[in-house]
């Protein structure tokens, strides 16, 4: 489970399965309504992909984007499965290469990983393992450098759905997209700025079991070298306070120095004897 919300923290809210009728009934009926908060329906909205093109103009526009190749990001993790703040420590390259690793001080070590065609993650209790199947899928959509602003890669559907009114303070619009993997969330943008601000998924609740409304929150953007990223996010159940809360301390872009988003030895060993034995066994007996 500390793969799908790790998952869930990088993507700003990967989830099981997600709809806009989830996140309407959570206004109403099942669940009292977010205070302030107003879903306007009964007017004229924009195309999920005029959407999506001014998110990528505030950010900085695609000849900005095009600058940066990498990332080197640390910051601060405070959730589960820890009991203290942790140090974060995120390395990105363009498109899809990404390391996430989680330190936290009584020594405990959370990794997760995707090198552009491999995954892997090391975790407590578990060791070190190759991610496969439909995790792989989500981890690689985790990955993608660019985010939302990759939208036309990323998506296979997408539809506009409501104007909010009061998003955490924001008005913004509500955009239904469902990924390759076949998961769906309801993304929000700013209509003062058309940036990306947070998004909302249905997901199952650690603690009940219960189908439940999980929410990202983006935090600022701060721009570096003529492109705006967000400096963290806090994410949370409908209605309950912060679970998780990420905050970037120093960003820098380009770095000199290359990182190995590889396997560990260890590990490749053990995916390469695997790719012989099927390769093996897979050929025709000698005649």
Known sequence: MIQNRLSMTLAAGLGVLVGFS??????TEEQPADEGVKLIT?????????????????????????????????????????????????????PNKFHLKLHE??????????????GWER??????????????????????FWGEANWEERYIEMNTLAFIENYNGLDGYGV??????????LLIFSHETGLYIGTRTLTVHPDTGEPTEFETV???????GGVKMPMGMIQRYYQQKATTEI??????????????????AELQAVIDAEKEAESDGGAPEDE
């Open 105 to 118: 001080p009584a020594g405990e070590t959370i990794e997760l990983a995707f090198d552009g065609q491999t």
């Open 22 to 27: 989830s996140f309407a009934s959570a206004q």
């Open 176 to 185: 239904h997209v469902k990924s390759l993997s076949k998961r769906e969330k």
């Open 218 to 224: 983006l935090a600022p953007y701060k721009e570096f």
């Open 247 to 264: 905050t970037y301390h120093k960003v820098i872009i380009n770095a000199e120095e290359k990182h190995d988003f590889s396997p560990p």
């Open 42 to 94: 009964d007017i004229d909205l924009p195309s999920p992909e005029e959407i999506f093109k001014a998110h990528v103009e505030a950010i900085g526009g695609r000849e900005k984007m095009k600058e940066i190749k990498s990332r080197h990001i640390d910051g601060r993790y405070v959730g589960r499965p820890f009991k203290f703040a942790a140090r974060l420590t995120l390395w990105q390259e363009f």
């Open 123 to 144: 975790q407590p209790g578990i060791g070190l393992r190759e991610v496969t199947g439909v995790r792989l899928i989500e981890l690689r959509d985790t990955a993608d």
